[in-house]
């Protein structure tokens, strides 16, 4: 029964999709693309807590929609996590470490103005961090948008394959939408 609850599911939200208007990028215009520029402000968690007493940044991203209701585009930014005072002796950390992502975004938007769920999945380098280049990361998110803002929570893990700085934050972002004339 389960099983036949789930197919019947997956079908009609399959066809809900089918049936919305599917753009092209070629027609990218100010209506269904645009920049996104903002900050976030995190507090580090597991391992890298020890470490870090918070973290703040600066988010790019460009996003074409690929339909009223879903997004997807490019992400990229750069985060400084900031050294406690007290901080423990972590090995290959200098005073704070920086994290610059490039993945892909992907939004789900179920109205013009209203909350919205995503994520950005990609590679993170890490800077001022001895031996380490970075690892995959994955930042979902919940929030609100309207025509010019989009403000949100997060989750933030960059899965290495070291595991001696476990680089993992939660947090909050606004970015601002600058469209395309």
């Not at 976030?40 to 968690?45: D, S």
């Amino acid at each position: 029964m389960k099983k036949l609850f789930l197919s019947i599911t997956l079908l009609l939200a399959g066809l809900a999709i089918h049936a919305q208007q599917v753009r092209e990028l070629d027609e990218i215009n100010e209506n269904n693309s645009w920049l996104k520029l903002g900050i976030n402000l995190g507090a580090p968690i597991g391992d890298v807590g020890n470490y870090s007493s918070f973290a703040l940044g600066l988010d790019f991203a460009a996003q074409f929609m690929r339909t009223d209701n879903f997004g997807f585009g490019v992400a990229s930014g750069y985060t400084k996590y900031f050294e406690k005072s007290d901080a423990e002796n972590y090995d290959g950390l200098n005073d704070g470490f920086g994290a610059i992502p490039l993945g892909f975004m992907f939004r789900y938007y179920p109205q013009p103005v209203g909350f919205f769920v995503g994520t950005d999945v990609g590679y993170s380098f890490l800077t001022s961090v001895n031996s380490a280049d970075g690892g995959a990361y994955i930042r979902p998110q919940l929030g609100y948008h309207n025509y010019d803002w989009n403000i949100f929570g997060y989750y933030n893990q960059v899965f290495r394959a070291d595991p001696a700085i476990d680089v993992q934050s939660i947090g909050v972002a606004v970015t601002y939408n600058i469209r395309f004339k």
